[in-house]
Nanobody, 119 residues
Framework: VQLVESGGGLVQAGGSQRLSCAVP????????TDWYRQAPGKQRELVAA???????NYADSVKGRFSISRDNAKNTVSLQMNSLKPEDTAVYYC??????????????WGQGTQVTVSS
């Protein structure tokens, strides 16, 4: 099972972009879903997360600029990115984690979408 991201591309500094992730219905309802990013030469880092109860958490570097949301009816998780900076340039990955039937944590990843912020 793979998640499917959309919405990446090129944007100027100060601009906005919205990423969306399609999450299978069997996964989204009871999972925590989040967005990671990985810039060239850097480790993948957690950007924002939202639980099944819609509690949210953000990396300090994006607080006040990014907003994560989920729509269980549409099976989507979105990341609204405002006031983008060149340092936000990275491949963004959608991720979901759910307690599985085998009594382990099941992890699901998207293929990634490139976000490039020009100065």
């Amino acid at each position: 099972v793979q998640l499917v991201e959309s919405g990446g591309g090129l944007v100027q500094a100060g601009g906005s972009q919205r990423l969306s992730c399609a999450v299978p219905e069997s996964i989204i309802s009871f999972s925590t879903t989040d967005w990671y990013r990985q810039a060239p030469g850097k480790q993948r880092e957690l950007v924002a997360a939202i639980t099944s109860g819609e509690s949210t958490n953000y990396a300090d570097s994006v607080k006040g600029r990014f907003s994560i949301s989920r729509d269980n009816a549409k099976n989507t998780v979105s990341l609204q990115m405002n006031s983008l900076k060149p340092e936000d340039t990275a491949v963004y990955y959608c991720h979901a984690i759910k307690w599985g039937a085998t009594l382990t944590w099941d992890n699901y990843w998207g293929q990634g979408t490139q976000v490039t912020v020009s100065s």
